[in-house]
């Protein structure tokens, strides 16, 4: 019974190394779990076209993409109520 045991458990260790193997051998084909993954990060990121410069918030230190500042005296504000406040 031991050694099934340890023979399922050598011919299962054979084939996570030999899929290992292949993998590193195919560098270019991306394996299906990170595949899956980066589609889901990027479905968002190619649907908005290219990447968004950030601007700091002058009163809070919070950074946001510049699309949403609010400008004051060339100082740049998250909200409208950061940019009166200053």
């Given at each position: 019974m031991r050694f099934?045991?340890?023979l399922a458990l050598g011919?299962?260790?054979l084939f996570a190394v030999r899929k290992k193997?292949?993998?590193?051998?195919?560098?270019?084909?991306p394996?299906?779990?990170?595949a899956a993954?980066?589609?889901e990060a990027g479905a968002a990121a190619t649907s908005t076209?290219?990447?968004?410069?950030?601007?700091?918030c002058e009163r809070c230190q919070l950074y946001f993409p510049a699309s949403e500042a609010v400008f004051?005296?060339?100082k740049s504000y998250c909200c409208a109520?950061?940019?009166e406040q200053s």
């Open positions: 099934l045991m340890w011919v299962l260790v193997a292949q993998n590193l051998a195919r560098p270019d084909q394996s299906q779990a990170s993954s980066q589609a076209g290219s990447a968004e410069s950030m601007v700091c004051k005296e060339n109520a950061h940019a």
